[in-house]
């Protein structure tokens, strides 16, 4: 069993920046596709980024195009997620995913593709 382990929550206020990080628990685990994903209350799980180890491609969501960066370690099981010029919509728990499947592109925002999840990070974004 692979376990996904996350940074803590955190506060920041409006146009800051933060940095989530992910690994799991297994050094020798190699996903596939590293992805975060975010929900805030009321709202469904939004796809925020991910990365295709395969391909070496990234991927965002257009809601954090030009904001966030996701980025890898070289052993390529850990993954950071760059937050900069936070906006008080960004705040929700965001969340690691990772699979051992390759996923096509249309694939890559869907939940149910990924195998492990982290346990969430709150980031509230106010000032």
């Known amino acids: 069993q692979v376990h996904v382990v996350q940074s803590g929550g955190y506060v920041v206020q409006p146009v800051g920046s933060l940095r989530l990080s992910c690994a799991t628990s297994?050094?020798?685990?190699?996903?596939?596709?590293i992805a975060w994903f975010r929900q805030s209350p009321g709202k469904e799980r939004e796809f925020v980024a991910a990365y295709r180890r395969g391909t070496r491609s990234t991927y965002y969501g257009d809601s954090v195009k030009g904001r966030f960066t996701l980025s890898r370690d070289n052993a390529e099981n850990a993954a950071y997620l760059q937050m900069n010029n936070l906006k008080r919509e960004d705040t929700a728990v965001y969340y690691c995913?990772?699979?051992?499947?390759?996923?096509?592109?249309?694939?890559?925002?869907?939940?149910?593709?990924?195998?492990?999840w982290g346990q969430g990070a709150q980031v509230t974004v106010s000032s």
């Open positions: 995913a990772i699979t051992s499947r390759g996923l096509i592109v249309s694939s890559l925002r869907t939940g149910s593709e990924y195998e492990y």
């Open positions: 297994d050094r020798t685990f190699m996903p596939s596709v």
